[in-house]
């Protein structure tokens, strides 16, 4: 079973950087991909990043290039997001995800087997 714990949300104002983990358990694929995805209140849930474990290969959404980074602590099985030059509109609830056999596009939400329980993001104007 496997299970994704993150953390590291919080409140900050705008133009600030922060930085949310998500640490996978019981993950035992050759090949799998993390991802972060967001929901806003009243919003539908959208796809953030992604990275695949075994090459490496990152995927950002076009609102977020060039302000986050996702990056892996593969020695502590961990994925990170590190958002810089924070906005308002980046306010919400950010979820890890694990696609363990991912032959799907990276911001297709059904192809993603596990979800973790979320870390609000909050960013001040």
């Known amino acids: 079973q496997v299970q994704l714990v993150e953390s590291g949300g919080g409140l900050v104002q705008s133009g600030s950087s922060l930085r949310v983990s998500c640490v996978a358990s019981?993950?035992?694929?050759?090949?799998?991909?993390m991802a972060w995805f967001r929901q806003a209140p009243g919003k539908e849930r959208e796809f953030v990043a992604s990275?695949?474990?075994?090459?490496?290969?990152?995927v950002y959404a076009d609102s977020v290039k060039d302000r986050f980074t996702i990056y892996r602590d593969a020695a502590e099985n961990t994925v990170l997001l590190q958002m810089n030059n924070l906005k308002p509109e980046d306010t919400a609830v950010y979820y890890c995800?694990?696609?363990?056999?991912?032959?799907?596009?990276?911001?297709?939400?059904?192809?993603?087997?596990?979800w973790g329980q979320g870390t609000q993001v909050t960013v001040s104007s």
């Open positions: 995800a694990t696609d363990v056999n991912p032959d799907s596009p990276p911001g297709a939400m059904a192809a993603y087997d596990y």
């Open positions: 990275v695949t474990w075994r090459n490496n290969k990152k």
């Open positions: 019981g993950v035992i694929y050759a090949n799998y991909r």
